[in-house]
């Protein structure tokens, strides 16, 4: 399961206006990358979408590509139907990653999917994520590809000029658990935030 899917559990009630606002921007320009077709809901099409264009661009092999397809039906378990839209979304992970049992979260072992997508992009199998094989994702989701080594140079956290397994899970971590709301949290996973 991935962390993002948190949103279909049954949530405690949680108003839109009590979740800090740029916490709320980090999960929304999540929902944006993952909005394939850019019309506000998420379904298991925009996920698939993802898949197809790494296939198409060509920029994977096989074996990659389908790490990418594990990945994002991972991401789609329960998703699907119905599509959900940015605030539902951003509403239901608040509350289930907030106020839901701490132990009940823990058990669904939800970075998982950032372990798999670091499979499909390390194209040499060698364990690590240059910038070039961290820049495939970055066009994968459409996102700025002005930031990308912005980004990539925040997750290299031991500054040896590779990104390693934890080194990526990790930032992905930070990303959706890190309610600090201090602007200066400059962890960009899912690239430039976008303003709500
Ligand atoms: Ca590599
Ligand atoms: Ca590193």
Known sequence: ???LAVWTLEPPKVKIDDIPNFWK???????RAYDRNNDGTLCYEDLMGIGDYFVKTGKMNRKHADLVYTSLKKTAEGTADPPCDMVTFIRNIYANL???DKEQIAKLNLFEVWNIWFSAL???DD???TLDEYKILWDGFGL????????????DTDGDGKVSREEFQDAYRDYVTNLD???NNIN???????EL
């Open 1 to 3: 399961m991935d962390f």
């Open 122 to 124: 390390d194209a040499d």
């Open 144 to 155: 700025d590809p002005r930031f990308a080594d912005i980004q990539f140079s925040w997750m």
């Open 188 to 194: 960009r996973f899912f690239g430039p935030l976008i």
């Open 25 to 31: 921007r980090k999960i929304g320009t999540a929902f």
């Open 127 to 129: 364990n690590y994520l």
């Open 181 to 183: 709301t201090d602007e």
């Open 98 to 100: 907030i106020k839901k």
